[in-house]
């Protein structure tokens, strides 16, 4: 049950989206509802005013330009877990989206949602970070491009302005021989990840990495990249002591959330074997 | 207020609704759809599960407002014409269901899985379903149910499709 | 082992009768209860631990649209306290009102009822309720609550202590005088939330000086018995019905302070009113389990003779006594220790304390699952003690077959059982033999594998009205059938017990068509109404309602058959004794063609024009069937599981039961019942448990933190069974409705424990949870550097 009272707007634009923001200072945008609704229910979001972009058509296309894969907002997770354009390059992404929640959330949770609100335990902020994505947002003063590593601040916190709107997420097609994969620690009763590792990996045709990229979600306050396990696992070969001495320093540096599910040391061990985990399946995809 | 028109079970219902309204009280409050129950507020138990255009979603976390020309699906509008949609004569004929409270939210799930997936494995069954919460059964009988159901809907002659197609 | 006699439909996989209208979506729940002019109560709930209230300001909340009145403990005295049924010796009970109106004394006590127009404007006034409260000290932690200095709950009591509870048989000090080995057993059995999936739901209307309250209850006609003592009605003027009841597990099994307030409301607004919990609200105020804490020592001769078993107990029943509470950790749980072995020295003392937490009574097994984790992880304890195998060591302490009746050390006359069978059984189900085999094999891929098992003895069947008595419950343990035969021969079965899934209205109509020689399909089963079922039922918990209300209907069923028969001999000119009842026909032995059908016989009942002489006319029986002794259901479950060392992580690769209910009713009903139990015993064992902090809050307050099983969690299971049939009551029937709960928990723990037994891991406090898994194996490396 929601108590609190609040109009609602749905536009078809996502111009028209803007504007409406524009005419409260409380206004929340809605997509699949998923992030926004729990917290209304539980009286911790009471927002003047919803913007439904639900209606907004185009914002569901999952499509391919430019050598990019372009994933509108609006694209629920079942869809892009369901994609076969998203399965083949971005295989990490298809697989974070394919562990969040449960059947009922994917089919209605979007990733623009998911991104926007910026939980620290969503899956999909990990590959979107692994993978180098772009966040496209429109707001009052027009169209911008977010860069992934900027998008994500502290908890809930992102680099979206006042009343701008997240319309897609542009990730780059991984060139050459790569291989992407997402491991997961799940929340036992809410599914959300205690720990979630994406990780891509580029071969060379000698078979030395050349290219590693590794997003890590629900460990810390914020999703993050594990630089320092790509920095040691670029120029091996990839064998199992060189991924295992990468993934331990997965977790170099970042503070670690603690929990009654997980304290910050089981975390930081979470976040280093599903770390293994990840470049174990990316490296065999890259090499496949 | 908003005005809203939805298909429910293949009726169409045209009603000035609260923004605030969930679906799930459009359905139970409004419609006396009582069928679709609540078990939880923090989006984890799926007793409230209908078919939203041929997706199952959990109608307490969908603002009715969102369903605006959507068509719903509820337990109530599983039996066509008097017979009884495949899983459900696969629940009761397994036993897959005691005190009958989230009975309504797995079937509904089930069909969404089955309308995909017309031959699920138990792990693809059991993974399926993990957003439906079941005190009773120890899942047992309902992962039988949803493999029988499944081989009865693939032997179907005629389409067994619940609700609408899912908009593209 | 003996086997069925033959039956027509006891023991059919009959397809149930409740589930054509729950498939449907048109069975009714109390929320779905909808009625003219009807109003809403939120409820106020403290959100400290322990408060003094010094003042309640509800000005504001009036104001709010769509209220109707805001009411507090001072303005609803007139509900009355809520029951306690039993009494304990030297029981320190609490007084325990619907609203609190001086103190509260956990999070989630109720303060204040706001009733609205519509449920959002009640829940939107109750936020505006202001409440002044003096934060007190807080105790949540029962061992603390007992020590000097604690913070009492209820000054008038001047402790916290609710009872010391002995039970002591043989001598306990040559048993360790005697003893060639001793193991020690520190055990938390953690605090569990039940977790119907239904909350609960009270609606009362009161009209023309009659008052009918829908309630998800297990125990329709307790509440009918004191809301109409409480609230001053006569009992004929308060019905009280249990319509389709969502899952109970124990947390309906009481008389709650919202079936009193809502039902007090009604009475006094003039308007039928609503109550229904928010899952939030479930958690916090409806009745948690288990919680407690217990050192276990057992002595023993090498061989693995068990010479006797010391337990201390210390039980949290939060912050007040509810309904059967007193009876949970003391009568289910320390007479049941000794389970299924011969025992000569038993010393067990439980002691209660109350805490700043929800109140704790009966969930799934209600101390018999407390009693069977602590012996069953003492013989595994043992076991590895003495280097003996587990399945050895408890075959040998075994009761054996030819020593029934056997009286247990505790004082409990066990009237058959046959343990070795369902042991061996289990054991070839699971491949006991080929284990080791398996646990090199997951060695080999980095995975520790372990197989444990639990053999138990269930007390089901409650109660015979004396022992009850005895033991200091507060009322009888019978149950009550009535069966009505219309003129048509139509049949209904009213029964004293209120089912919410355990499906009583296919089984009880299974025992009385083979009683009366009609089809179950032609008889309806009828429940949860006090105004339709005999003038007193008890309901349903303790998997009694078979053993207890099942036998009821038979016993009714029988009468009715003996009239059946006296009229059918009557019409057909035949001895009594010739005659056969038999597929809805009467007729004599050999001559099927001359049948007078049922519905002859029962429209000649009412007709009455001619009948035998001196009878009387109708076609009815009323009976309460008080059962002789207890019954004990056994058996023996195996878990197998995968231990991942990395993560912690626990798979439950194969789970094999062999269960001993006596007959089977209907056996696709019996084996549902373990797939649950067994499930939620999995769930104590390695995900569930509620956690509060220093501060008395419940952390662990949501179905995102407390962790339901899904059906990803758990494995299948195999099953199977024996039947050794009771002398108690003459279906030879025992219950099955907790016996998985029972079972489960120890297997799956003790199964653990052995996978990391080779890295020296001798316990690990449930739930086992991957992080704690993962500690223990860290700590275990570390100890062996």
Request: aromatic share 6%.
């Amino acid at each position: 049950m929601i108590t609190h009272p609040f109009t609602y707007a749905a536009p078809t634009t996502i111009d028209e989206a803007v504007k409406a923001l524009g005419r409260s200072r409380d206004a929340k945008v809605l997509a699949g509802g998923h992030s926004l609704i729990p917290l209304m229910k539980l009286g911790l979001a009471e927002p003047e005013l919803l913007v439904d972009i639900g209606r907004i058509a185009s914002l569901r296309e999952i499509k391919s330009e430019d050598g990019a894969i372009v994933v509108g907002a609006l694209a629920t997770h079942r869809s892009i877990a369901d994609s076969s354009t998203i399965g083949k390059a971005l295989t990490a992404l298809a697989e974070a989206a394919a562990a969040v929640g449960d059947l009922q959330v994917r089919s209605r949770g979007t990733i623009g949602g998911s991104l926007a609100h910026a939980d620290p335990a969503a899956d999909e902020p990990a590959p979107t970070l692994a993978f180098d994505a772009t966040i496209r947002v429109i707001g009052p003063k027009g169209r911008r491009d977010i860069p992934a590593r900027e998008f994500f601040k502290e908890t809930f916190e992102t680099a979206l302005g006042p009343n701008e709107i997240v319309v897609e997420i542009r990730f780059p097609a991984p060139a050459g021989h790569a291989g992407s994969a997402y491991a997961k620690f799940p929340h036992p009763a809410s599914g959300f990840a205690i720990v979630g590792v994406a990780a891509l990996v580029a071969v060379k045709s000698d078979g030395t990495i050349d290219r590693a990229a590794i997003g890590v979600t629900g460990a810390a306050a914020g999703p993050f990249r594990a630089t320092a396990a790509e920095r040691a696992l670029v120029g091996t070969r990839g064998d199992a002591s060189a991924i295992g001495a990468a993934a331990a320093k997965a977790a170099e540096g970042v503070t670690m959330l603690a929990d009654l599910t997980a304290s910050s040391e089981f975390r930081k061990q979470l976040v280093m074997v599903h770390t293994r985990r990840a470049l174990e399946r990316a490296l065999e995809r890259a090499r496949g | 207020m908003a005005k809203i028109t939805v298909t429910v079970n293949g009726t169409e219902q045209v009603m000035d609704i609260e923004p605030s309204l969930l679906l799930v009280e459009l359905l139970r409050e409004k419609l006396r759809l009582t069928g679709t129950h609540v078990g939880c507020d923090t989006s984890q138990c799926g007793a409230c599960t209908v078919l939203i255009d041929g997706s199952a979603v959990k109608s307490c976390t969908v603002l009715a407002v969102q369903a605006d020309g959507a068509e719903i699906t509820t337990v109530e509008g599983l039996a066509k014409d008097g017979e009884l949609h495949p899983i459900q004569r696969a629940f009761s004929a397994e036993h897959a269901l005691q005190c009958g409270f989230c009975t309504p939210g797995l079937m509904i799930t089930a069909i969404d899985l089955l309308e995909r997936k017309g031959a699920p494995t138990d792990a693809d069954i059991r993974h399926a379903i993990k957003g439906n919460l079941c005190r009773c059964t120890g899942y047992h009988n309902i992962v039988s149910a949803i493999r029988s159901a499944a081989t009865e809907m693939r032997g179907a002659t005629t389409p067994m499709k619940v609700g609408a197609e899912v908009k593209r | 082992m003996t086997t069925a006699t033959p039956s027509t439909y006891i023991g059919a996989r009959t397809p149930r009768k409740e589930d054509p209208r729950l498939i449907r979506g048109s069975g009714v729940f109390t929320d779905d209860v909808t009625l003219p002019g009807m109003v809403y109560v939120s409820l106020v709930r403290s959100p400290h631990a322990h408060a003094r209230i010094r003042r309640i300001d509800a000005a504001a909340a009036r104001k709010e649209p769509g209220v109707v009145t805001v009411v507090t403990g001072k303005d609803a005295e007139a509900t009355g306290v809520l029951p306690v049924f039993i009494t304990v010796p030297g029981m320190n009970g609490s007084k325990h009102m619907p609203l609190a109106s001086d103190r509260a004394r956990y999070a989630g006590d109720a303060i204040a009822a706001v009733v609205a127009d519509t449920h959002k404007a009640a829940k939107r006034a109750a936020d505006m309720v202001t409440i002044d409260y003096e934060p007190l000290p807080v105790v949540v932690d029962a061992t603390k609550a007992l020590e000097p200095g604690a913070p009492i709950l209820h000054e008038e009591l001047g402790t916290n202590l609710v009872f010391t509870y002995p039970v002591k048989g043989g001598d306990i000090d040559k048993a360790f005088r005697d003893a060639e080995a001793t193991v020690k057993l520190h055990i938390v059995n953690q605090r569990l939330i039940p977790n119907a999936m239904e909350p609960r739901s009270v609606v009362a209307k009161f009209e023309a000086g009659e008052l009918t309250v829908w309630s998800s209850t297990q125990i329709p006609h307790f509440v009918q018995l004191i809301l109409s003592v409480n609230l001053g009605l006569s009992q004929n003027k308060v019905r009280v019905i249990a319509p389709e009841v969502g899952g109970g597990f124990g947390s309906k099994l009481q008389v709650y302070a919202e079936e009193l307030l809502i039902a007090h409301l009604a009475k006094t607004l003039g308007r039928p009113v609503k109550w229904t919990e928010d899952r939030r609200e479930a958690y916090l105020a409806t009745i948690h389990g288990r919680d407690l804490v217990e050192d276990v020592e057992v002595a023993a001769k090498r061989d693995g003779t068990i010479l006797g078993v010391r337990i201390r107990t210390v039980a949290n029943v939060g912050a007040y006594l509810q309904a059967f509470a007193p009876g949970i950790p003391t009568i289910l749980h320390a007479f049941i220790i000794p389970g299924a072995y011969r025992i000569p020295a038993f010393d067990c003392e439980v002691r209660g304390a109350y805490t700043n937490t929800t109140p704790v009574d009966a969930y799934r097994g209600a101390g018999r699952p407390e009693a069977t984790f602590a012996i069953e992880r003492a013989m595994d304890r043992l076991a590895d003690e003495i280097g003996m195998d587990p399945a050895e060591l408890r075959r040998k302490n075994f009761v054996p077959p030819d020593a029934f009746p056997f009286t247990t050390i505790s004082g409990i006359t066990y009237d058959s059982g046959d343990y070795g069978p369902a042991l061996d059984r289990a054991l070839a189900m699971a491949d006991y033999k080929g284990f080791e085999k398996r646990r090199a094999e997951a060695k080999a891929r980095g995975k520790h594998r372990g197989i444990g098992l639990s053999s138990y003895v269930e007390i089901c069947g409650l109660a015979p009205s004396k022992a009850n008595s005895a033991l200091g419950v507060g009322w009888g343990g019978y149950e009550s059938a009535r069966i009505r035969v219309h003129p048509t021969g139509a049949v209904q079965v009213f029964t004293g017990t209120s089912p919410h899934g355990q499906g009583h209205e296919t089984s009880w109509a299974q025992i009385a068509a083979d009683a009366i020689g009609v089809s179950p399909d032609d008889i309806e089963v009828r429940h949860g109404d006090t105004f339709e079922s005999p003038g007193m039922g008890v309901g349903t918990f303790g998997s009694r309602s078979l053993a207890v209300g099942g036998i009821a209907v038979h016993n009714a069923a029988q009468k009715i058959r003996e009239k059946v028969i006296q009229i059918g001999a009557h019409l057909l000119e035949a001895s009594p004794a010739d005659v056969v009842v038999e597929g809805g026909k009467v007729f004599v032995k050999g001559v099927p063609e001359k049948a007078k059908a049922f519905g002859e016989i029962s429209m000649a009942a009412y007709l009455a024009s001619n009948l035998p002489d001196g009878m009387e006319p109708g076609l009815e029986a009323t009976t309460y069937y008080d059962p002789p002794n207890f019954t004990f259901p056994f058996g023996t479950h195996v878990a197998e599981v995968e231990v991942d060392p990395e993560t912690g992580t626990i798979e439950i690769i194969r789970y094999s039961a062999c269960d001993d209910c006596g007959r089977q009713i209907n056996p696709m009903i019996v084996e549902g019942q373990l797939h649950g139990g067994i499930t939620q015993g999995i769930g104590q064992a390695l995900y569930e448990t509620a956690v509060y902090d220093a501060n008395g809050q419940l952390l662990s307050g949501s179905m995102m933190e407390y962790h339901v099983p899904t059906a990803a969690d758990v494995p299948p299971f195999a099953l199977d069974h024996t039947v050794t049939l009771t002398k108690t009551n003459p279906l030879g029937v025992k219950g099955i409705g907790e016996a998985g709960t029972i079972a489960s928990t120890p297997a799956v723990v003790n199964a653990v424990i052995d996978a990391l037994s080779p890295l020296g891991i001798k316990h690990i406090d449930m739930p086992l949870t991957a992080e704690k898994v993962w500690q223990a194996i860290r700590k275990a490396g570390e100890a062996r550097r």
